[in-house]
Every structure is written in C-alpha cells, then in structure tokens.
C-alpha cells in the first residue's frame, strides 16, 4: 500500500502541497494523516537530477517547540492550534523542492532566552517568537531581507498561534488563510513556485 503512493508523482506530493500546510485555517479541517504520512515518505525518496535542477516553493514555514524542546519541529497544521505557556513559535520564510527540504529559523528555540524576563501569571501565558526573514538566495526581486526578530509575547489563554504572531507584527493572508507575508515581507507574493536558485543546487 505504501510503495503504491510513493510511486505517485512526487511534485503532486510536495512542492503543491507545501505551502498549503501553512494555511492558518488548516487546522479547521486537519490535514489527513494519511497525506501527512504520504508527504513524509515521498520527502525520503530518490530523486532525478531532472528534478533537483528544476522548481520549488517559496513560502513562510512554520515551525514549533514545546515548551522545554530544543529544537524546532515543523507544524503539521496551520498556527490556528493551541500553544503552551512556555512554548517557542518559529516563522521562516523557505524555499523546498523535492530534494531540498525547508529550514526551521537559524535561532535555536530557547524560551528561558527570549522570555526569561517576563514573569509567569495564572491569567495570561509567555509565547516565545522567532521570526527569519531567510537567505538573499531566494529572495524576491528586489526585496531586503529583514533581521530575525526574537520577542516574548503574553497572550491570553485561549490565544492561538495565528494570535501570537499578529501581536507581534503584522501578518499578511490570502483569503484561504495562507500566511502570505510577515512584517511586509514579502511585499505582494503569496507561496510562489520558483526556479531553484542556482546557489542551492549540489
């Protein structure tokens, strides 16, 4: 059953749907585990050279830490879930294609870091934010890339990861609730197919 759905076409896979996971009314509807599971071994199958020189997505990845984690873990959902007082959220804004996965943000989700000043209360709860604007290699044209931003939000208990990240700049979204643009950035693009920067290509 599982070699069945690795034979099927690996863009169909992933570069059309990896930007579709970070979709902030995706957890509305959750992602079938079974696409999940699909995603998940085609992401460790060979690939063509043909591939590895051709396209991909350029996008804002979402990645979370529990609290007391220390490394990033990519969202399985969009950021309308839950979050724990002492979690870290992570944005990064991507390029994957079928053999180059995503990176989670360059700064190491360390909450006692980012929010180590701001004390606990029984009304409200700490979320640690990190936000990388990515690498010039695959920036838009004529764009800058921003400085990562690391800041400590309280929030209240019922907020959501969407809800954290709008108090903390302002966020840009397709009407389908794809996060198409933090901080202004990117200025108009929402999850683009691009041709793979040549800088990324082994």
């Given at each position: ?99 180059i996965p ?57 907020s959501q ?28 693009e929402c ?12």
């Open positions: 059953m599982l070699l069945a759905f690795i034979a099927l076409p690996r863009e169909a896979l992933i570069s059309r749907e990896a930007p579709k996971l970070l979709s902030a009314s995706s957890s509305k509807k959750a992602i079938p585990a079974l696409l999940l599971l699909i995603i998940s071994i085609a992401q460790i199958a060979p690939v063509s050279s043909a591939n590895a020189a051709g396209k991909g997505w350029r996008y804002w990845g979402y990645y979370q830490a529990a609290p007391g984690a220390t490394k990033w873990t990519a969202a399985m959902t969009g950021p309308t879930v839950d979050i724990e007082d002492g979690a870290v959220e992570g944005w990064s804004f991507v390029f994957s294609s079928d053999d995503s990176t989670p943000p360059m700064v190491k989700p360390n909450f006692d870091a980012i929010c180590g000043k701001t004390k606990a209360d029984k009304d409200t709860k700490r979320i640690a934010l990190v936000v990388d604007f990515g690498s010039k290699a695959y920036a838009p044209k004529g764009e800058k890339v921003q400085k990562t931003i690391t800041t400590c939000v309280r929030a209240a208990k019922s990861g969407i809800d954290v990240l709008g108090m903390a700049l302002k966020v840009r979204a397709a009407k389908n609730g794809l996060i198409c643009g933090l901080n202004g950035y990117p200025a108009k999850g683009v197919e691009i041709p793979t920067p040549a800088s990324l290509k082994k």
